[in-house]
Structures are given as C-alpha cells and as structure tokens.
C-alpha cells in the first residue's frame, strides 16, 4: 500500500475512536511527508531536533510538528519559534528552559510530561512521584508560557501483550488521577499519547487518544540520514 493508502486506513480506526493520529516521520524523506500531507495527514512527529528544524523549513508552514525524542535543554531554541508540541518533558530543568525560550518567542508551547513506564533503563521520563512533584513545585507554578496539555509514555519493546496492556492502564490511570489533582477545571489538559505501529491498538484500547505511528505509515526505518535520497 502506498503511504496515502496507509494514511486512510489508519484514518478510519482513530476517527472512529476519536484518536488523534501522529506520523512519525524520523529519517523520512521530505518527499515522503509530503505525500503523507497530500493525503490530509497534519501532524507529524520527529525524534531530532536537526531533522525538525530542517523538515520544518522545506515542507508546508500550516503542519504541526511535535518533538518526540529525547530533548536537551540546549536544543530548545531552535524549535520554540515554531514547535506545536514537545511530547518529551521529563525534568524541571527542560520545562524552565522551554518556559524561557517560549517566552522570548512570544509564544506559549503545549507540553506533555513524558512518564517512565517501561521495564526499559534505556527509556526516559519522570516516575509517578517525580512527576508529581514536579506539578506541586512553586517554580512550575511561575511558568507562563508553557501549558501542559497531557501525558506521554513508551510501553516495553515486548512481545507480551498482558505486559503493554498493564503499562497502559497503569499510565492511563495516572492520567485520570492527575487530571483530577491538578488540571480538573483546565479543559486543556486532554492528551494521553501512547501506542506505536506494533502496539497502538492496544493502546486505544486503554484509553490513549493520540498515537504516534511510523513504520505502519512510511514502512520500514531508513538507515541513511533522511536527507540522502
């Protein structure tokens, strides 16, 4: 199936379940995405702050980028001007440098807390208690322009489906506990991003409403730098 093909599909399951649907598009060809963006797909998520900067410049202003990798604070201001989201916070420290360089952007910048719930040490992201502790901490409290809109988190490369189904309810239970503590009156607090080409459907099942989906999309990972045609 060509990609616009892969994109209908796709398509059909998350609107049907009220699903936002993010083509990860790392080491992807601009041509690729922008047949993807031909076929109506807007969101689109990279793993690197070089190849969203660069894929930023050449394809059409009106795509919402997200930063899904691993984020150094150092990094943060090549993307402020233009990222719709950054899906990757997982310390104070990035949330501070995102706030700052927001701010001289004139901007606000949508975040989600990335949570560790993997069996993974090579996975990132806050644990239960660092998260909240981080949403109870007086210097979150002073952050203008950043809003939090959810939670991300990156289930375990395993073939055990009742291992990722209990990572995802536990995270999608989180959520729902967070969103009570902390966000009950903010209507933007709505996002729960999990689930990825081998697992996304168990992800809806536990409740995700965005998954980030790449290889099901573009086919398999290119090895040489996306730039290498």
Request: hydrophobic share 40%.
């Amino acid at each position: 199936m060509s990609i616009a093909d892969n994109i209908k599909s796709l398509k059909k399951e998350t609107e049907a379940s009220k699903v936002l649907l993010l083509a990860v598009s790392k080491t992807k060809p601009a041509a690729d995405l922008q047949e993807a963006y031909d076929a109506g797909q807007r969101l689109f998520g990279e793993n690197t702050v070089q190849e969203l900067v660069e894929k930023h410049e050449q394809l059409p202003k009106d795509i919402e980028w997200h930063l899904i990798g691993h984020l150094q604070s150092n990094k943060v201001k090549y993307i402020a001007p233009f990222v719709s989201m950054i899906q990757s916070v997982d310390s104070i420290k990035l949330l501070q440098e995102i706030n700052k360089h927001a701010e001289k952007a004139n901007r606000v910048i949508d975040c989600l807390l990335q949570i560790y719930i993997a069996d993974e040490e090579t996975k990132f992201g806050l644990g239960f208690d660092e998260a909240i502790e981080l949403l109870r901490s007086d210097e979150f409290a002073t952050f203008q322009h950043i809003r939090i809109r959810g939670l991300m988190g990156i289930a375990t490369n395993t073939d055990s489906e009742k291992q990722i189904k209990d990572e995802y309810y536990e995270l999608k239970t989180f959520f729902d506990g967070i969103k009570q503590s902390y966000f009950r009156k903010v209507d933007s607090f709505n996002i729960l991003s999990m689930g990825m080409s081998n697992d996304y459907k168990l992800a809806i099942e536990q409740g995700s409403n965005m998954i980030r989906v790449g290889s099901t999309i573009f086919g398999g990972r290119v090895v040489k730098h996306w730039k290498n045609n």
